[in-house]
């Protein structure tokens, strides 16, 4: 058990490496996921139709990343506070802190299935869904929401192993849970001819046997920690924690959602191949922002263990170490991304206009990725720490809320793709110039640690 502790244990070790050696997994997991999307809506699109893919990908996805994706967001507060307690050594809060979160995240995701059964036609409508699309997108969120529980499982028991420094078996799982989607897409599809339904009942169901997987992986535990039914219980210390932590995180990732819808109908005033464009963008330059988010995961978890431990030095040693890797992770990837993009997008269309317009949004976009370094990394650490809020008000009012205000002013008088294009790179800046203003002040280095309260 000695080697298995040497294994998750971030408090130890050359900090650069073990950093690279937690981050791989959960980069290559991102990654996987970003194919397995396109490999989903590829089945829908071709064997099911433009309708189902309609029905499939716009509004109900609107509504699931805004809803779901608020407390998947809220699972970063659990990684905290397990990663702090773990860092410490305190096994007997470990379990709780492991029950606790797992308790709460099944509530939530069956209050919040309860809600989606309910709720998923009046929210369609609320989005102006075409009427073509409306009854299969009613009958696809309703399946999905039945699976929800699982889907609140599955991240809070991924967020909980990497806390614990295990970031491998997530990504396996994983992986096992998309291979398997895929299937059932192709059986239940093209077999059955189950359509829509067919897409919703697989995607269940790979969410059971991941979330099955993970709770297995956990009840098996170790000599340090282990998930028991006795143990599944809301517990107002470790709740608080969560809550205080999660809830700043969920409310971010809502208005990211909030303002990217704003940002769309700017992008839909601009015509069909910037609207098309803009759609495509966003899947060549994908790569990049499931890297980012893999990183700034892995920093977070780091953070929180050290910080526990009171390892103040490898704090400081992994923003260091983490900036710098971030850096040449991303220099690299905006290279290839630029060099590779023309023969890629006229893979993936034949519509040179929407090529060429695609490879400007990129040029606007993509050689500024480094300014995005900073604000992952230093709202990592600040996370790692418990620092919550603070970061979440500047990233809020620099990314969010500056970009709407953009739009209505800048955009609204030039109208041009550029002066959209600058309502990112610009509001990027400003966030990364907030954000080192504040880290460089250095209160979050003085907070009380999560396992001190």
């Known amino acids: ?88 050594g305190r096994k007997e809060d470990l379990n709780r802190a492991i029950g606790n979160a797992v308790a709460a995240m099944g509530i939530a995701g069956i209050g919040l299935a309860a809600v989606g059964l309910v709720a998923s036609p009046g929210l369609l409508r609320l989005l102006n869904t075409p009427d073509e699309t409306m009854d299969g997108a009613v009958l696809y969120l309703r399946i999905y929401f039945l699976g929800v529980p699982f889907v609140m499982i599955l991240n809070i028991e991924s967020s909980i192993l ?52 993970l709770t297995r992986k956990l009840a098996k535990g170790t000599d340090e920690y282990r998930l028991s039914v006795r143990q599944l219980k809301l517990r107002g210390v470790y709740l608080v924690n969560m809550l205080r932590l999660g809830v700043p995180a969920g409310l971010q990732s809502s208005m990211y959602s909030i303002s990217n819808v704003i940002i769309q109908v700017a992008v839909n005033s601009l015509g069909t191949i910037v609207v098309a464009s803009w759609a495509m963008s966003g899947k060549t330059d994908g790569l990049f922002w ?34 710098v890797m971030h850096f040449i992770i991303t220099i690299a990837l905006s290279a290839a991304l630029m060099l590779t993009a023309i023969p890629l997008l006229r893979i993936l269309t034949p519509d040179e206009d929407v090529v060429q317009t695609t490879y400007t949004i990129m040029a606007y976009f993509v050689p500024y990725y480094f300014t995005w370094v900073l604000v992952e990394v230093l709202s990592a650490v600040l996370r790692g720490v418990g620092d919550a809020v603070y970061p979440v008000v500047i990233i809020g009012l620099g990314i969010c809320l500056f970009r709407v205000i953009w739009i209505l002013t800048v955009f609204a008088h030039f109208g041009t793709l550029l002066s959209l294009c600058l309502s990112y790179t610009v509001s990027w800046t400003i966030t990364s110039i907030a954000l080192v203003i504040y880290y460089r002040k250095g209160g979050w280095m003085n907070r009380r640690r999560l396992v001190d309260h």
């Open 290 to 323: 499931a890297v980012t988010n893999a990183m700034g995961a892995a920093i977070t978890s780091f953070i929180a263990q050290n910080y526990g431990a009171g390892k103040t030095d490898r704090v400081k040693q992994c923003v260091r170490q983490g900036l």
């Open 1 to 88: 058990m000695r080697n298995q502790k040497a294994k998750t244990d971030l408090t130890t070790g050359t900090v650069w490496k073990r950093l690279l050696v937690f981050f791989l997994p959960i980069a290559a997991g991102t990654i996987i996921q970003q194919l397995y999307n396109a490999a989903d809506g590829l089945i829908v699109g071709r064997f099911v139709g433009t309708n189902a893919l309609a029905a499939v990908g716009g509004s109900s996805a609107q509504i699931i990343n805004v809803l779901v994706g608020f407390f998947v967001a809220m699972t970063a507060g659990a990684s905290v506070v397990i990663g702090q307690i773990y860092g410490a």
């Open 162 to 213: 990497r806390a614990l420094g295990d970031s491998f078996h997530p990504f396996l799982y994983m992986v096992i849970g998309c291979v398997m989607n895929i299937v059932l897409d192709v059986v239940f599809v093209i077999v059955f001819g189950w359509d829509i339904a067919g897409v919703a009942i697989a995607t269940v169901l790979a969410q059971v046997v991941n979330a099955a997987l």
